[in-house]
């Protein structure tokens, strides 16, 4: 095995293909309520990033039946992983927080929750809640890290250290979650060996798997504004996925890669445009990769 991607993860923890169900819990996030700020994270859509979710004005259950019916081209019954992506899933009264994953995680269909959430919004009780669930079906957490280096986090308004990053691991770690770490690739001023350096931490750090995300400039955000004024570029396809083969090769051999790449909303993409021919992209990442590891070998 060249690495461990996530449909290989999936196979053998469900013995089958599983598919992820995107909800919207409802949810918002310190970052624009205004208990930190209220312009979010410089890169994030009016969707808190959950472009691709179903409507939050549905029930969990109605967003699990209609996410079914969508991916009913792609697979026939079968079993999924409700992913509560926007916005921050545990940033919300627990009381609030049980139901809606409790509605989740007793759809019989339903084989594990994924939460996407912000490390500094992991209080204890919120802890107890995912130790909880996680002794009926397995629990996945997604954190937002995006960038060890604290420069670019201040830039992105991430507004937590990394030290916050680092107890919510050994946090989550300790109650026997899975643990799955969000970094973006290509963040304005940050140069090929600040990104590995990203990479390399967050494979030493003992989490379970890694999305890694080429930066998208979308539409509205204030990144675009400054991509408008050429303030930074963007990666090309040959530098990215050269990147990715890299970055692949010093992580832990056992850590899923649950994402190489991202799927931005066309409608809403400014830049890179070639990221949106997402098969082209992945046949050369698993060309770099190959290339990468014979050399390895």
């Not at 890169?43 to 019916?69: H, L, P, V, W, Y």
């Amino acid at each position: 095995m060249r690495y461990y991607s996530l449909n290989q993860y999936l196979k053998d923890t469900f013995g089958e293909k599983v598919y992820k169900i995107a909800l919207d819990g409802g949810f918002t996030c310190p970052n624009r309520d205004g208990t930190i700020d209220t312009r979010g994270c410089i890169f994030c859509s009016g969707m808190g990033s959950g472009d691709f979710a179903e409507s939050r004005n549905d029930s969990i259950t109605k967003q699990i039946e209609k996410g079914k019916q969508r991916l009913s081209g792609k697979m026939s019954g079968g079993r999924y992983i409700a992913y509560f992506q926007a916005f921050t899933n545990t940033y919300g009264p627990v009381e609030v927080l049980r139901e809606k994953y409790m509605e989740a995680i007793n759809h019989p269909d339903i084989v594990a929750l994924s939460i996407a959430t912000r490390p500094d919004c992991l209080s204890e009780e919120v802890v107890s809640l995912l130790q909880e669930l996680n002794a009926i079906k397995p629990i996945w957490v997604e954190l937002g890290l995006q960038t060890i280096h604290e420069r670019t986090a201040t830039y992105i308004r991430r507004d937590y250290p990394l030290s916050v990053y680092d107890d919510a691991v050994e946090r989550l770690r300790r109650i026997g979650v899975s643990v799955i770490v969000h970094v973006i690739l290509g963040l304005p001023g940050e140069d090929r060996e600040d990104m590995l350096e990203t990479v390399r931490y967050v494979g030493n750090s003992g989490v379970d798997g890694i999305k890694l995300q080429l930066l998208h400039v979308i539409r509205g955000t204030d990144l675009e504004k400054e991509y408008r004024q050429d303030l930074f570029d963007v990666m090309g396809m040959e530098e990215y996925t050269d990147l990715v083969a890299d970055c692949i090769a010093v992580l832990p051999s056992n850590m899923v890669i649950h994402r190489m790449t991202g799927d931005g909303d066309k409608k809403t993409l400014v830049a890179p445009l070639w990221s949106g021919d997402k098969k082209r992209v992945l046949n050369m990442l698993n060309q770099k990769i190959s290339a990468k590891v014979r050399i390895k070998e």
